[in-house]
């Protein structure tokens, strides 16, 4: 068979097991039994693709790449244009997803992860995953997890053959399976719950300069990580309906995608206009795709809310150093890394027939921290007072049913370096000169008489191009105030 049609058919070989033997292995009923059904409880899936940038998307204005799904979705669903990552990089995104807390508040000042590095979620901390599950939802976990992992080692050496601590299944979810994180990061293997899929012990050639040495389990490909996640996604999804029909599942589905290595399966190369990084964001597309064929396959679309986003920016150009006359974070300034808004302000698009109008657009200032608060509202539960601290229920913008005042008081960023912002309405306060992140100058200190930050007017400087820091001292002190407050706290959102 060849890979362009082991692609087609969503490739499941490279970890030896069979959809049916997958689906629910090692997957535990959820404590509670039955939801009561599906009309009460919708499925939540929450698919975050990996530096796809604001202009990667076709409904965003992307011309070289395309992304029927995506559309699609935005079609069915809502679409909004001031969404953003509470981080400009991955690391600390998924911890704030995950626990509805801004990162900066965990050990993790600045930079990411790496595949080795220990758990940074604490254990005894609510997520997502837990809470739903404590209110009868069966939860998966399944590609990029990036958070840290507790590896069995003897001495220096990490032991493969033992279980892996600090984990997904330790933090909520039923089942897991994926990569420790992102793909240009050792160890090259799958994980599935707690112990790896074979044993990594071959030297990988990287991709250079796309991958870091270290080693890999044998016949290990690159291109057939993302087919694989999204063959297991739609796989647990097929077993779950089938086995549990009337208890609804949260899928996380965070993608490798479009993250280098720039290596897509055969069957999407050349699919856009925008290079080898180009199509892998037609990947994250497809495999949108297959995961929404799958739900309407198993007649559970009507009441799942689909939702699908991005960890951060994009980088400017592909590996090779080429933009292809492709505007990865369309007209914002920054990139990937950055303070400035195409660091962090991400696609965001929302369906759930049952629920929201199709082919509407909010401008609503949301963060992707507000996954846990919004899910709680699902559910009609409460979060604990050291929950979510920084999470704000989204749930009426998504419905269309937002007021006349913001949700959210205002929305913290957080750069590559450590960085912070602060966004309040129109104005955006950045505490520091530069970027903060890979863009040049990333760091400046300033002369005598100049401004010691940068405050741009969103509304009438969307390209944040104009620095009026020292005309409007009244409000740098208020959004100053704002940021220190939240801060000292400890949270941002209201008890």
């Known amino acids: 068979m060849s890979r362009m049609a082991i692609g087609r058919r969503v490739f499941l070989g490279s970890v030896g097991l069979g959809a049916a033997s997958m689906a629910l292995a090692g997957c535990r009923t959820a404590s509670g039994g039955s939801a009561g059904g599906r009309s009460q409880k919708p499925n939540i899936v929450f698919l975050m693709a990996d530096d796809m940038g604001y202009g990667d998307v076709g409904c965003y204005g992307a011309t070289k790449i395309p992304t029927p799904n995506m559309d699609a979705l935005a079609e069915q ?265 195409g660091g962090h302000r991400v696609p965001f698009i929302a369906r759930w027939p049952q629920r929201i109008a199709p082919g509407t657009t909010s401008t609503e200032t949301i963060c992707l921290t507000d996954l846990m608060a919004t899910c709680a509202a699902i559910t009609g539960t409460s979060l604990p007072d050291d929950a979510g601290p920084d999470s704000y229920n989204i749930l009426p913008a998504l419905l269309g049913e937002a007021g006349g005042e913001p949700i959210r008081e205002a929305v913290v960023h957080h750069s590559f370096d450590g960085m912070f912002s602060i966004r309040q309405g129109r104005w955006k306060l950045v505490q520091g000169r530069g970027s903060g992140g890979f863009s040049k100058p990333r760091r400046v200190e300033p002369k005598a008489g100049e401004a010691l930050g940068q405050l741009y007017d969103m509304e009438a400087d969307p390209a944040e191009a104009k620095n009026v820091w020292l005309e409007y001292p009244e409000v740098v002190e208020r959004l100053t105030a704002i940021l220190d407050r939240y801060i000292e706290d400890g949270r941002s959102r209201p008890l």
């Open 77 to 341: 669903g809502v679409r909004f244009t001031d969404a953003h990552a509470p981080s400009a990089v991955c690391t600390p995104t998924r911890y704030g997803v995950l626990t509805g807390r801004y990162c900066w508040r965990s050990r993790l000042k600045h930079g990411v992860l790496d595949g080795f590095s220990p758990p940074l979620i604490e254990p005894e901390r609510l997520t997502v995953a837990s809470m739903l599950r404590a209110q009868g939802y069966a939860t998966a976990g399944v590609g990029k997890w990036h958070l840290g992992l507790g590896w069995a080692r003897e001495g220096d050496e990490v032991d493969y053959a033992q279980p892996i601590a600090g984990g997904p299944v330790e933090l909520g979810f039923d089942y897991y399976f994926g990569i420790s994180a992102s793909l240009d990061f050792p160890p090259y293997c799958f994980i599935e719950n707690d112990r790896t899929v074979g044993i990594p012990n071959v030297e990988k050639d990287p991709y250079n300069p796309q991958q870091r040495k270290g080693l890999m389990v044998p016949g290990w490909e690159d291109d057939q990580v993302g087919p694989t996640v999204a063959a297991k996604a739609c796989a647990f999804m097929e077993g779950h309906v089938r086995e549990n029909p009337d208890q609804p599942f949260f899928l996380y589905m965070p993608t490798s995608a479009p993250h280098r290595p720039c290596v897509p399966p055969d069957f999407i190369k050349g699919r856009s206009q925008a290079g080898p990084r180009g199509d892998m964001v037609v990947e994250v597309d497809w495999a949108l795709g297959e995961v929404v064929k799958t739900l309407e396959r198993l007649q559970v679309a009507d009441n799942t809310l689909v939702i699908v986003t991005s960890d951060n920016g994009a980088r400017p150009t592909c590996f090779n150093g080429k933009d292809y006359g492709h505007k990865s974070c369309g007209d914002w300034r920054g990139y990937k890394a950055d303070i400035w808004d």
